[in-house]
C-alpha cells in the first residue's frame, strides 16, 4: 500500500481538492480529502489517441521512454507503416517490443495495407487476414479505414474489414480528408466512429454533427490545432487530441499532448475541458483500461508542478512509479539488447545513376505544391523553358522529386515540387507514406543520386547530400528496422534527426520540418497532387498523370 498527495484535479467532478491517493497494488482504492496545502498537482494522464509510433523512428519501447517523461501514460498506435512493408510479421514485432515498454500501447489492426491498390508495399493484409488478428485479442479496434472510395462503393473486401469489427463491438477509425454532404453521411453509416484529417473548421462541425469524434491532430508535419481550437469550448465531449506522426526532437522539445494541452490552456480553454479530452474521451471512445483517478481505477496519473507549463514530476502506470524528476525507475532494458536481436526488414534495390534521373520538359509543367503546416498540397502549373532535362529551377522554387520502389528493382519515377525552398542540396529518406519506398527532393541529379544511393546502402534511413567545392558530402540516419526504425534510443535518433533537419536549412530549405513533409508527397489517399508508382498523381481524378 502506498500514499501519494497533491492537489487532486478531478476531472469527471470538475473540481480541484487537497487529498491523498491510496494505493494498493495498482488500483486506486481510496481518495481521501484533506485541508494540507500542497504546491504540485495530480492529474490523470495523457492519452494520443491516433499514432504511428513507426513515424518516431523509434521501436515501442524507447517511443515510450520519450512520451512518459511528458505526462503520457497510454497511447492507440496503429502500426500501419511497418504493416506496409513487412505485414503480420511488423505487426507482431510491435507488439512483442511494446511488451518492454513502460505505457500502455493499445493496438489497432490496420485497414488499408497497402493504402489504395495504386500504392506498391511490401505487404497486404486482406479481410481474412484481419478477422484472424482480431480473434488474438489484441487490438482495440480497426485502423484509419483511408479507402473512401472503397467505403462508399461498398467494396466486399473493405466492407468485410469494418463488420470484423463491428461485429466485436469494436472501434473503427476514420480517414477522410475534406469529405463532406452526402458522401460523409455515407462514410459514417459504415460504421466509421472518428477522423483525425479535418483541416478546416466548418468540416469538423459537420463531421461532428453527422455523429463523428473529431481528433485534433498537432504532429511534426501536420498541425490543425489552431484552426480547430474553438471546439474545445463548443464540443469538448467530442474531441480527442491526437500527434498522428511526430518525430522524437519534436517529442523532447514540445512533450507530445501535453504541448496540445498547454496551448489550450494558455488560450484561455477550461482546464476541465481540455484535460477531459486529453485524458478521459479516449478511454471512453476506445474502451481503453486506463485510471482517471477514481477509486477501483489502475493508478495511470501524473504529478506536475503547475496547471500552466504541466511540468512532470511524476509520472506512475498501474501503480508503478515510472519516473521522476528526469530519472526512470529501473525497468526492462529499453534497447531490447539490439546487438543481438534479428532486426526486420524489407530491402531490395540497386544503386541507381544521375541518369536514370533525366527528364524532359516542355513549356508547361505540374508540380506538388507543399503547404506549409498541412499534409495537403496542391497542383500548381509552372512555366518553365523547354529542356532535354530540367534538373532545377532555384528561381522558381522548383525542385526535382524522385519516386523508387524499394521492394523491386524498378526505374525511379521523377517529378517537380515547389515549396521546400532548397537552394542546393538533396534529402532522401525511405520514410515515405504509407508504402514507405524511396522518396527524394533536390536541386540537382548527382546530389540526388547520392542522397539516395546513402539510403539504398543502409537499406533505410534518411540522409542529406551536398556539393561543397567540386565534392559531394553526405550524412545520414541509418534506420535498420523495417527501414523506418532505428533501434537506438530516442535521445541519440532526435540529436541525430535534428542535426540532419537544421542542415537541410543550412541548403535554404524553408519548411520546418523537411523529413516529415517529403514523407506525404507520395501519400495518394492525401489531396491534391503527389507522386508515386506510375508519377505523378491527382487525387480529383485518382489516377496518375503519366
Same mark, same amino acid.
Not at 499532448?257 to 479530452?277: E, H, P, S, T
Given at each position: ?12 467532478? #470538475? ?23 500542497? !504546491? ?24 515510450? &521512454? ?32 511494446? &511488451? ?41 479496434? *480497426? ?61 469538423? #462541425? ?23 481550437? !474553438? ?61 482517471? *483517478? ?26 508503478? &512509479? ?83 520502389? #524499394? ?80 533501434? #537506438? ?28 513533409? *517529403? ?28
Amino acid at each position: 500500500m502506498k500514499k501519494i498527495e497533491g492537489n487532486i484535479v478531478d476531472v469527471v467532478a #470538475r473540481e480541484i481538492y487537497p487529498a491523498s491517493l491510496i494505493i494498493e497494488n495498482d488500483v486506486i482504492v481510496d481518495v481521501i480529502k484533506n485541508n494540507n496545502i500542497y !504546491s504540485e498537482y495530480i492529474i490523470p494522464g495523457f492519452i494520443d489517441s491516433h499514432v504511428h509510433i513507426e513515424s518516431s523512428m523509434l521501436t515501442p519501447s524507447n517511443f515510450s &521512454k520519450l512520451v512518459s517523461k511528458n505526462g503520457t501514460v497510454a497511447i492507440v498506435s496503429d502500426p500501419h507503416e511497418i504493416a506496409n512493408v513487412l505485414g503480420i510479421e511488423g505487426i507482431k514485432y510491435m507488439i512483442n517490443n511494446a &511488451k518492454n515498454a513502460d505505457i500502455k500501447i493499445n493496438f489497432t489492426i490496420p485497414s488499408c495495407v497497402p493504402a489504395t491498390p495504386l500504392d506498391a508495399s511490401g505487404a497486404c493484409i486482406s479481410a481474412e487476414d484481419v478477422d484472424k488478428l482480431f480473434k488474438s485479442n489484441n487490438f482495440i479496434g *480497426l485502423s484509419e479505414m483511408m479507402n473512401v472510395p472503397g467505403v462508399l462503393a461498398g467494396d466486399k473486401e473493405v466492407m468485410e474489414k469494418i463488420n470484423s469489427a463491428l461485429k466485436r463491438n469494436l472501434v473503427v477509425d476514420g480517414h477522410a480528408p475534406l469529405l463532406i454532404g452526402e458522401e460523409l453521411k455515407k462514410y459514417i453509416a459504415a460504421g466509421i466512429s472518428t477522423d483525425h484529417e479535418c483541416s478546416e473548421l466548418d468540416e469538423a #462541425r459537420e463531421k461532428i454533427y453527422n455523429g463523428m469524434k473529431i481528433i485534433i491532430r498537432e504532429g511534426s508535419a501536420a498541425e490543425n490545432y489552431e484552426k480547430l481550437k !474553438s471546439l474545445i469550448a463548443t464540443n469538448s465531449d467530442d474531441l480527442m487530441f491526437c500527434t498522428d506522426d511526430s518525430h522524437p526532437d519534436s517529442i523532447i522539445k514540445y512533450g507530445g499532448i501535453k504541448k496540445i494541452v498547454k496551448m489550450a490552456i494558455r488560450d484561455g480553454f477550461d482546464i476541465f475541458d481540455v484535460l477531459k479530452i486529453a485524458c478521459i474521451n479516449p478511454i471512453l471512445h476506445y474502451n481503453l483500461n486506463v485510471g482517471t *483517478l477514481k477509486v477501483g481505477d489502475k493508478a495511470d496519473f501524473i504529478k506536475i508542478e503547475n496547471l500552466k507549463s504541466f511540468e512532470v514530476i511524476d509520472t506512475y502506470i498501474s501503480g508503478r &512509479k515510472i519516473y521522476q524528476n528526469n530519472e526512470f525507475s529501473k525497468s526492462t532494458d529499453s534497447t531490447l539488447h539490439v546487438n543481438k536481436e534479428i532486426l526486420p526488414n524489407n530491402f531490395n534495390h540497386d544503386l541507381i545513376t544521375k541518369d536514370q534521373l533525366v527528364l524532359s520538359v516542355n513549356k508547361n509543367i505540374y508540380a506538388i505544391g507543399v503547404i506549409p503546416g498541412e499534409l495537403l498540397t496542391t497542383k500548381n502549373k509552372v512555366v518553365v523553358e523547354k529542356s532535354d532535362n530540367l534538373e532545377s529551377d532555384i528561381s522558381k522554387d522548383l525542385l526535382k522529386i524522385v519516386y523508387i520502389n #524499394r521492394y523491386s528493382n524498378s526505374l525511379p519515377q521523377v517529378g517537380y515540387v515547389v515549396g521546400f525552398g532548397f537552394k542546393k542540396g538533396a534529402i532522401a529518406s525511405s520514410i515515405s507514406h504509407d508504402s514507405h519506398n524511396i522518396i527524394a527532393v533536390g536541386c540537382s541529379d548527382i546530389e540526388i543520386e547520392h542522397a539516395v544511393n546513402t539510403i539504398i546502402k543502409n537499406k533505410g534511413g534518411l540522409s542529406v547530400a551536398y556539393k561543397k567545392d567540386n565534392s559531394i558530402f553526405t550524412d545520414e540516419l541509418p534506420l535498420p528496422i523495417a527501414g523506418i526504425m532505428s533501434n #537506438r534510443d530516442g535521445e541519440y535518433v532526435a540529436k541525430k534527426y535534428s542535426n540532419l533537419s537544421k542542415l537541410a536549412l543550412t541548403l535554404g530549405c524553408k519548411i520546418k520540418a523537411p523529413f516529415m513533409t *517529403l514523407a506525404f508527397m507520395s501519400l495518394l489517399v492525401i489531396p491534391e497532387f503527389k507522386i508515386g508508382e506510375n508519377g505523378m498523381f491527382d487525387y480529383s481524378k485518382f489516377s496518375f498523370i503519366n
